[in-house]
């Protein structure tokens, strides 16, 4: 039983990996869900999504998120109501793509919860619908929201920042807004406590792997049992391989590096996994407390997402 916490795109890279690697059915995803967006009265849960569609083999890998092959009509008719939309109205907004297939995802789980089912189990009935075996956990079923602040505007959605704003403006703080009220999702302590080993994904530090940690209960599972917990590292060469995590590193005043990233993470994880072209800052890694394993760790594509993975299990071992 090996769990993971995960974000989005690189996450979903290394659990595809994973699940070639590791039985499936042992496998149990902690998601992220604090980058969720209500859009046209739809819940949108974009990490759920991207690691649901990724492992489902469907997602456009392309973009690393979405669905591959899609259509855009339903944007597209949208537009017709840009001129009429008063200002502040988020009625018909298209800046935040979504897809003609992937819409059914949102309107399904939607529904689901307006009838009152949680978002644990509407989460594993889409997983199912797309005949992922592995088991997805949003962190939280409370409403958790990250807000970031910017630039001359000041505070506004993880979404408005991401999407709208494609992370092209400077951060100058990054909060989960109900955080402190969340409780963990039915069946997260449990996962934490019954795996074998613990792994946190190459995902965004600050917005992606932090709200997962900030849920009540998870950070302290992981510092108790740290030895068993391997984390990778999302930042290869001082770069992050995909968005804005080197970024909001250092405009956060964190080191935009492994070593940044270790310092990050040394609490609740024993070991790093760095990228080779990092060997050289692995006595930084160490001397920031984490054992450091140095391996190839950019996912061109399955196979090298495997061996990613087949390198994590060995380190956990
Ligand atoms: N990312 C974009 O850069 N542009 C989009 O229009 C966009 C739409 C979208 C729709 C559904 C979905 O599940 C994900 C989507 N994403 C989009 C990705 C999403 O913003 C990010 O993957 C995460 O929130 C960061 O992990």
């Known amino acids: 039983m090996i769990t993971v916490l995960a974000g989005g795109v690189g996450a979903a890279r290394f659990l595809s990996g994973l699940v070639r690697v590791s039985p499936p059915a042992g496998v149990t995803a902690v998601v992220n869900t604090a980058d969720d967006v209500t859009l046209h009265g739809l819940r949108i849960c974009p990490d759920l999504d991207t690691v649901t569609y990724t492992l489902a083999g469907a997602v456009d890998p392309g973009t690393g998120w979405g669905l591959a092959g899609e259509t ?124 074998d080993g613990v792994v946190i994904a190459p995902s965004n530090p600050i917005v992606s792997i932090a ?52 310092r990050l993470w040394t609490d609740v994880a024993g070991t790093l996994v760095v990228d080779e072209a990092d060997a050289a800052l692995a006595p930084e890694v160490e001397a920031a407390g984490m054992a450091c394993v140095v391996a190839p760790s950019v996912m061109h594509g399955p196979d090298e997402a495997a061996a990613l993975a087949r390198t994590t299990l060995a380190a956990l071992a």
Do not use: C, N
């Open 72 to 195: 855009w009509q339903v944007m597209e008719a949208l537009e017709r109501f840009a001129p009429v939309a008063p200002s502040g109205s988020a009625a018909g907004l298209t800046w935040f793509r979504l897809g003609d297939r992937d819409l059914a995802t949102h309107l399904y789980r939607s529904a689901r919860l307006g009838e009152g089912a949680g978002l644990v189990a509407v989460t594993a009935e889409v997983a199912t619908a797309w005949g992922v075996e592995a088991t997805l956990l949003p962190m939280t079923e409370d409403p958790v929201q990250t807000r970031v602040t910017v630039a001359g505007e000041g505070e506004i959605g993880f979404q408005e920042y991401f999407v709208e704003r494609r992370h092209d403006v400077a951060a100058f703080a990054v909060r989960f807004a109900g955080i402190d009220q969340a409780r963990p999702a039915p069946g997260v302590l449990a996962a934490l406590d019954g795996a």
């Open 211 to 262: 709200p997962v940690l900030a849920v009540a209960g998870v950070r302290d599972r992981l510092r108790a049992r740290r030895r068993q917990v391997v984390a990778v590292s999302p930042i290869v060469a001082g770069a992050a391989l995909k968005g804005p995590a080197a970024r909001l590193m250092a405009e956060l005043g964190h080191e935009a590096s492994v070593v940044g990233v270790a």
